[in-house]
């Protein structure tokens, strides 16, 4: 081979190895990337070109699919009372993407995950056509209906577990929306999702999860737990000293009881009549330290993960002795989800146990086959049984003798216990304040649902009348009987 043709032959060399090299750089390097790419329309395309599998609750579908006879887009997602689960399905649209389980779950819902080549593969050779798998949740359905229906026109949400293993039975919140009204792209979707956009009153957003709000004196088993757990309190029938007009640390100011009797009132009592001097002192007591420590152990200034994640709620580590105090109160920094607030109940309930919350029991191939079951995982243990039980003696109280009656099931063989919250929040409190509501129901088997649940806003309702007891409490009831009435 005279000279030239050796260059020649070279370089073609060079140019051949370089066309592997960034072939094999965009297979295995940025494929990922390249696929999540937003403005990689085969990714959108290549989602609906097929029936995708469904979301399952109580065995039913609360999903679907419809043939929209596009070009492009083969298939459109549909959905079965769509703002009454949009908190747990989010959307999958075909201009806009999908989110919560739409989103996380896209590869067995498309059929696309490396679990389902098995089922790919037979379908080229059987003929059949490809489809997504089955997400199957862990949610019950009266207990959604019970908790939707309960907000009603109000702004708010509600969060129902079962203590025993951490699956959630109801996730709600209000206003909604409705994820079939953009799940397409045409003119019409693209209306329809920028006017979920522009609304004030953000009906998109997921506030069992996302939003962070000041809980106010749900917080105050939180305290009373530490309280127990750091020997500050032995007998919650003796009295304690406080009295009244106790000085908030580091200020002149005095804490402002709402109700009468808080002198030296018991634990138990001051749980019942929520008295803010009882448990601010409690707080001081048990220090900043221990009390992060506890709220921590409840899930506190952490990410949980369900698998859909939440904020974290926050309770303040650097705060001194006087926000420490107000912290323990649920007042200052401290801010909660209400996931938070139901885990913190279901950890009570459930003696002193905290099981990890997951919604999605189980993942389905396209045939039914088992592809994944979520087992229970214990998180953590706040407490011991014999303070969890205490904390629950203090709670049944608040409903038969303290501001929480309106929870009461009046059904035989169960208890019922709870807390009241009325959260003051905005500059100066200005704003109308939150109505929020924890409880759990129990049986001789144990407890099988603890709910949290809040009122943002209550149109029609003066801000006198504002309370959780009246508002947050009743919703509560209606959850837990719907979950006691579907067990038989």
């Known amino acids: 081979m005279n000279k030239p043709l050796r260059r020649v032959a070279i370089f073609c060399g060079l140019l051949i190895l370089a066309l592997l090299v960034r072939d094999n750089w965009l297979q295995f390097v940025r494929a990922d990337e390249l696929n999540a790419h937003p403005k990689n329309r085969r990714v959108q395309i290549e989602r609906y070109a ?4 469904n979301i399952i609750v109580d065995g039913k579908p609360i999903t679907g699919s419809v043939d929209s006879g596009d070009e492009f887009y083969k298939f459109k997602r549909t959905y079965t009372d769509g703002p009454m689960w949009a908190p747990v399905t989010g959307y999958a649209s075909q201009a806009y993407d999908a989110n919560q389980i739409e989103k996380i779950e896209d590869g067995i819902l498309t059929g696309n995950d490396d679990r389902l080549f098995f089922d790919r593969t037979l379908a080229m050779f059987t003929g059949d056509k490809k489809k997504g798998g089955d997400v199957v949740t862990t949610l019950n359905g009266a207990a959604q209906k ?14 129902a577990i079962d203590p025993k293993t951490g699956k959630i039975l109801a996730m709600a919140s209000t206003p909604s929306y409705d994820p079939s009204s953009f799940a397409g792209y045409s003119g019409k979707d693209e209306k329809a999702w920028v006017a979920l956009e522009k609304d004030k009153s953000k009906p998109k957003l997921n506030r069992a999860i996302r939003e962070i709000y000041p809980p106010g004196s749900v917080f105050k088993v ?3 737990a530490a309280a127990l757990e750091n020997g500050k309190v032995t007998d919650i029938d003796a009295k304690t000293d406080t009295p009244e007009g106790w000085k908030i640390p580091l200020s002149n100011k005095e804490m402002i009881n709402h109700a009468k009797g808080c002198a030296n009132a018991s634990l138990k009592r001051a749980l019942d009549i929520s008295c803010n001097s009882v448990f601010a002192k409690l707080g001081d007591d048990v220090g900043r330290d221990k009390m992060v420590e506890m709220a921590e152990k409840f899930g506190f200034n952490a990410e949980q993960f369900t698998p859909v994640r939440s904020s974290a709620s926050v309770y303040d580590k650097q705060a001194d002795r006087g926000g420490n105090a107000l912290s323990s109160i649920g007042q200052f920094n401290t801010a909660t989800t209400p996931l938070q607030m139901a885990m913190v109940t279901a950890a009570i309930a459930n003696d002193g146990k905290l099981m990890k919350p997951y919604m999605i029991d189980e993942l389905r191939a396209p045939n039914v086959d088992l592809l994944k079951k979520t087992e229970p995982e214990e998180m953590s243990r706040p ?5 969890a039980q205490l904390l629950q003696q203090m709670m049944e109280s608040v409903v038969t003798n303290g501001t929480g009656g309106n929870a ?3 059904m ?17 409190n200005a704003k109308r304040p939150y109505a929020w509501f ?14 949290a649940v809040i009122v943002e806003d209550s149109a029609g309702t003066s801000r006198e009348d504002i309370s959780g007891g009246g508002l947050a409490a ?6 837990m009987k719907a979950v006691l009435k579907s067990r038989g």
Do not use: C, M, W
């Open 146 to 159: 019970a908790a939707f229906e309960g907000l009603g026109n109000k702004t708010g949400a509600v969060v």
């Open 438 to 451: 924890i409880s759990y129901a129990k049986t001789a088997e144990g407890s099988p649902v603890a709910v």
């Open 412 to 428: 035989d063989g169960v208890k019922v216990g709870g807390k009241t919250g009325t959260a003051q929040h905005g500059d100066k």
């Open 408 to 410: 009461d099931l009046n």
């Open 383 to 387: 407490v011991s049984q014999e303070n």
């Open 50 to 53: 097929n029936e995708r599998g």
């Open 474 to 479: 009743p919703i509560a009831r209606d959850v």
């Open 222 to 224: 939180v305290t009373a």
